[in-house]
């Protein structure tokens, strides 16, 4: 029946390894295109974390896709993975600002004692929004461990989830524009929902009712967050680069030409997945098999933007 409870306590081992070759893959190539302004353990940490950030934001808010009294269902169905991937986010956090605060202090990462990491925590902008995240992702697993499955909680586990991922923008390289910083803001956001819905998606929703039901309600978002991404990405390039020549004559530009090049190819696909996907799901014409390889397909090619944007926030 298409409003059976998926079996979602066994772990998808295959898809999450295959996430990390992807993540490991991309991080070398961006990090050989940014050089020398790039750090390869500085992007790889970055971009688990925030995968890891992005896969909590969609848990929390894939059960809003649903509808009646299949909502409870789903939100149940995602508060297991919920917790874990927030757990993850948590310990990918705290593992990225003990490298943050090492190359803040010009240190080696085993040589950051106590001392050093406390200042970099409440001295620095990138430490005090680094905690906001820490902050976040607990404040989610708990949630997802002993809050009820409500549509409230949803919302305002959703809210915590999208603040605790927004938080970092604040001190990065487009602070010192206003416009700039609050684009990157949005952009992240944005890149959250569409990206995070879809994995919760593929976590929680194993037979084609259930994805009839919620993948136009995601079709809808994620129309909505790429129209953002478009406009947002476009204020934050303008702000960043000050010649076209730039995109390929310094690190920076050529990770950001990278982006675009792979957002444009994401934009094509997500498309392609709206006019054909989409109406043979909403007419149980396609297979919970078929919707599980379209999402994976899809969630590949945004492990890779992602991950090149993780690049980005991190070149100088």
Known sequence: MGGATPDVTRPH????????????????AAWALGRPQNALSGTAVRAAADCAAIVTLGLAVVPL?????????????????????????LLAELVRMVVVSAQTAALAVGTVGVHTYFEFLTHTAAGRAGAVSVVAAAAVCG??????????VALATTGIAASGLAARTVAGHLTESPLGGLAVAVHAVAAGLWCGALVGLLVTVAHRGRWARVLP?????????????????????????????ELVTTGYGRLLTAKLLVTAVLTVLAWRNRSRWLPAARGHRASAGLSRTRSLVE??????????????????
């Not at 969630?299 to 100088?316: D, E, H, Q, S």
């Open 13 to 28: 081992w295959r898809a999450a390894v295959g996430g990390i070759a992807v993540i490991a893959a991309t991080s070398v």
């Open 65 to 89: 896709l649903d509808t009646g009294r299949y909502r409870g269902e789903l939100s149940r169905s995602a508060a297991v993975p919920l917790a874990v991937s927030a757990a993850v986010w």
């Open 143 to 152: 949630a997802a461990v002993a809050a009820p499955r409500t549509t409230p």
């Open 217 to 245: 309600r995601f079709s809808a978002l994620a129309l909505a967050c790429v129209g953002v991404l478009v406009v947002a990405g476009g204020v934050g390039a303008l702000v960043t680069v000050d010649s076209p020549a």
């Open 299 to 316: 969630l590949a090619v945004m492990t890779v933007a992602l991950t090149v944007a993780a690049a980005l926030a991190v070149t100088g």
